[in-house]
């Protein structure tokens, strides 16, 4: 086996970034959860959510968003093997979709259970 030289850690770096930049450029709902990223960031800061909360957020944002990128990954890696629609193919496909999905869902049900009380409360002052 041949001693390959690994990429210095900033390339490494520079690829993943590229990764993200290419979903976001690219995937229309990639660039939907970046709109809901930015929405809940805004509504948080303006309700002071606790930092539990927001810690809750973050880790929702980075489970949607890199399910995203492997479902983009996945769709990607089916295609550039076979243009035919196999049943395997569409698994794959579903599936990877289907964690995304899964993922977004409960993370509005989440974002519901963390901002409906501060929304109750503004309206409240009304």
């Known amino acids: 086996m041949k001693n390959e030289k690994k990429n ?3 390339e490494s770096f ?3 970034f590229e990764g993200i930049c290419t979903g976001i450029r690219k995937e229309r709902n990639m660039k939907i959860h970046c709109l809901a990223i930015i929405c809940v960031t805004l509504a948080g800061t303006l309700f002071h959510i606790t930092a539990a909360e ?6 929702l944002f980075a489970l949607v968003v890199s399910l995203e990128l492997v ?10 093997v076979t243009e035919e629609k196999k049943p ?3 698994i794959a496909k579903d599936t990877a979709a289907g ?7 409960i993370a509005v049900l989440t974002g519901c259970i963390i901002f409906v009380p501060y929304l109750l ?6």
């Open 8 to 10: 210095p850690l900033t």
């Open 54 to 59: 927001w810690c809750i957020c973050l880790l």
């Open 71 to 80: 479902n983009t990954a996945v769709e990607a890696t089916v295609d550039l």
């Open 121 to 126: 409360e503004l309206l409240g002052k009304l």
């Open 88 to 90: 395997l193919a569409k």
């Open 99 to 105: 964690a995304v999905l899964f993922s977004a869902v």
């Open 14 to 16: 520079g690829y993943a």
